[in-house]
């Protein structure tokens, strides 16, 4: 576990600044949502005459003068996004770095098997993901109970547990993919996660583009569905744990038989 | 016994040669050269060996294992890169450290014993240091686990005179322990002084291989002569250096017809030698341009 060790003792700057940032505005929005609730009344009337744009985000199915519907769009935006380009940067760059800055010349010389690299590598992505997951999770429990609202720890434990599923497909994706780089390539891991991100969006506001919900895991982690159905669907979650599966074992063949470049 | 041994390794990359029918047998306690120009295919070979790229055809075993198993095999060896990078966020300390760490030894007293040896101070940060310090730290790590095998690529690159020779002595001391050494040079002398055996690669192939002597005692000649500027009509000379009154080439060839030809020749004087490996590297290296 040398290298788990190290990776995670490297990343740890990184980390603290990503996790840190999601989870301060994450404590912003709940301790803004006293003082919003009583203007809610209003603004779910506004949001209700804004069409398809509170469809894109899930917000007409949600009421805002509640907990649970405003924690579902501005706090679930926040960990969706963040977290999901969070997850992105981590995956695309984990294996990609070391040929970026020429240093897996040295790892691999040294008696480590590559497929053990790549275990390390991974249990990093996933370490960090669930981390920041956790934390984000911690910090915004406590911030609730002192706004005085009591917590929905169902809803809660759906929408945080679908956001790190989430968060893992994104970065197991990405990290299947760095296996493919010889150069690190942080846009291609911010763009993927960005592309999915608008699939969702496009899946809200248009019949036709339903597919996409096949293909994106923000469909899955849409808090507007969770918090109506109390759960999280399982087909398109089951097919995000194929993607992922399916981009690990790429990943893997791939990072095990690759040149190393100079 | 052979510590390195390759049979028609060849390695493309698409259509770009790296190397091709490499055939290469370095024994046990050797000190070995591999001489090359850039491009020639030193980096490719060594880096196959080391198991960093896949050859696209042709065997080879390090330590009597093949290619396959170089996980097992690179217990044993000290590998340096001719352009060392490491993890710029360290310290030399740490860097040296997760070295020993990723190979499951410690060997901290003897990393210490090299550092002073090579005056590395391991309190500064990687990204701070000289190409030449870098360089040191690359050794340490090759050498703190006391392999059986060496394999350097250029490994004096970046490093002053003095540390050169420290160097030198440190791989000397090695050999002398059992180790193999096997590095690769453009610089001919370090090979000629420091190695028993050395082979010379020109495009991707050896061309040449044996002990320094053999080498130095090929077929190939330099042959001087004074009262002529130009080399004889008939005789197929190459590194051909003309002076005021004399000419110079190396010869590699029959004898009887070199003399026949200079019999007719106004020659006043003939100096006909065993070149310096120099020499005999440019006379291999002249012929790709034939």
Known sequence: MTILKKELKKSVKGFAVWTGAIAFMMLICIFLYPQMKDQMEGMNQLFANMGSFTAAFGMDRLNFGTLTGFYGVEC???????????????????????????????????????????????????????????IIFACSVPAIMAIGEEVPAKELLLIHGAYLALQLEIGIICFGISAFLHRGSIGIGLGLAAVLYFMNIIVNISDKAEFLKYITPFAYAEPASII????????????????????AVLGYLKYCRKDIAA | MNVIETKNLT?????????????????????????????????????????????????????????GQCREYLRDVGYLPSEAAFYNDMKVRELISYSAKLRG???SSEADRLCSCLELDTSKRIDSLSLGN?????????????????????????????????????????????????????????????????????????????????????????????????????????????????????????????????????????????????????????????
């Open chain 1, 76 to 134: 679930g935006n926040m960990l969706g996004l963040g977290g999901g380009f969070f997850a992105a940067y981590v995956g695309i760059t984990m294996l990609s770095k070391e040929e970026k800055e020429h240093t897996a010349e040295f790892l691999l010389t040294h008696p480590v098997r590559r497929c053990s690299v790549v275990t390390q590598k991974f249990l990093s992505v996933v370490a960090e993901i669930t981390a920041l997951n956790v």
């Open chain 2, 105 to 107: 030894v410690d060997c």
């Open chain 2, 134 to 290: 870098r360089k040191k730290v690359g050794i340490v790590c090759a050498m703190q686990h006391r392999p059986k095998l060496y394999i350097m690529d250029e490994p004096t690159s970046g490093l002053d005179p003095l540390m050169q020779k420290e160097f030198f002595r440190l791989l000397r001391q090695r050999q002398q322990e059992g180790a193999t050494v096997f590095f690769s040079s453009h610089v001919l002398s370090e090979v000629q002084h420091n190695c028993t055996r050395a082979a010379i690669i020109r495009e991707g192939s050896i061309v040449a291989e044996g002990s320094i002597d053999e080498l130095s005692g090929t077929s190939a000649k330099r042959v001087v002569l004074h009262g002529v500027k130009e080399i004889p009509a008939g005789i197929d000379g190459r590194s051909v250096v003309s002076g005021d009154d004399s000419v110079s080439f190396l010869y590699q060839g029959d004898i009887k017809l070199l003399l026949r030809e200079l019999s007719s020749l106004p020659v006043k004087d003939v100096n006909i030698s065993d070149p310096e490996l120099e020499e005999i590297f440019m006379h291999y290296y002249q012929q790709e341009g034939r």
């Open chain 2, 11 to 67: 390695k493309f990359y698409g259509k770009t040669r790296g190397i091709k029918n490499l055939n290469l047998t370095v024994k046990e306690g050797e000190f070995f050269g591999f001489i090359g120009p850039n491009g020639a295919g030193k980096s490719t070979a060594i880096r196959t060996l080391m198991g960093l790229i896949a050859p696209t055809s042709g065997e080879a075993s390090v330590l009597g294992l093949p290619l």
């Open chain 1, 228 to 247: 109506e159905e109390m759960s999280v669907d399982g087909l398109l979650l089951g097919l995000g744990l194929l993607y992922s599966v399916a981009f």
